[in-house]
């Protein structure tokens, strides 16, 4: 039920939660900060609901990067996106902050998901949290919070969970994805001229030609981290595929980076560390590294890196970078077979959650 803002544009991750969270620039921060308060346009609402329950292997990233391809890189451009249904519910709250943390992606100003007994039992307990009396207290409050039923939303797409695979990005945008079982798309896919323009520009800078099965495409990087992916269920769905496997020998560099504190302890207390060490995998530090190219790890110019990050932008992990946005076990695959693989078939799908 907060409002929160920051300037990252992906603070929308807090939506998971059931925040009304948000990216701002410099001078609203600075405004922020002096009053608390923040002059908006008011936005249009939208429900993404995702029907049906997502197939074995399937995970949180690869639902929200479907819901790009979907909407593509401005469908919601003027709205804040509440997701919605089966799927969505089914959902731990890690799930759910991945997906909301993408909205960003497909244009929305936020992403919601309406606070449940998951979320409560999510932050019972954690630093910060209400305690006693206060706690029982806010559950009652944040109950209150969910949608009414029956309302209306200015714009509803429905998504079928059951058309949803494990998915990969070919080009530049987060919302150039297909399934893994697919092929590089051609522009003359795309009935859009300024798409087909954007889908050459994209192919020449990734150095793919149309038609290759994503299977086929070799990796040089795997990173698995970043704000989108780099909790606790994340790091374990990678152990998952990378128990009693070696990184693939043309494999330049794989890591793997916590996204807090907590997260690197608690991982540590499982011996998911020792998982990724003995798979040649580097066990990092919990930041931001090899999300942007703004410290040394960095992917060199004309390699390709199978990442869990959010953004595949021209030299976004690097100056001639070549990003595929892909879940954790999808990393954890690439990792040790050296290319685009589907997890499917490298792992027992009823232990990737």
Known sequence: GATIVCGDSHTACHGGLGALAFGIGTSEVEHVLATQTLLLSRSKTMEVRVEGQLGPGVSAKDL?????????????????????????????????????????????????????DKTFAYVKGRPYAP??????????????????????????????????????????????TVPITGTVPSPDDFADPSKQEAAAKSLAYMGLTPGTPMQDVEVQNVFIGSCTNSRIEDLRAAARVLKGRTKAPTVRWAIVVPGSGLVKRQAEAEGLDRIFIEAGLEWREPGCSACLGMNPDKVPAGERCASTSNRNFVGRQGPGSRTHLVSPAM?????????????????????LG
């Open 64 to 116: 929200v990067l479907h819901i790009c391809g979907v909407l593509r890189a401005s469908g919601g451009t003027g709205y804040v996106i509440e997701y919605t249904g089966e799927a969505i519910r089914d959902l731990s709250v890690e799930g759910r902050l991945t997906v909301s943390n993408m909205a960003i992606e497909h244009g929305a100003r936020a992403g919601l998901i309406a606070p449940d």
């Open 131 to 176: 305690k006693g009396d206060e706690w029982e207290a806010a559950v009652a409050w944040w109950k209150n919070l969910a949608t009414d039923p029956g309302a209306t939303y200015d714009k509803v797409v429905v998504i079928q969970a059951a058309d949803i695979a494990p998915t990969v990005t070919w080009g530049t945008s987060p919302e150039d």
């Open 331 to 351: 990393a954890a695959a690439a990792a040790v077979t050296g290319r685009l693989t589907d997890v499917r078939d490298l792992a027992d799908v009823r232990e």
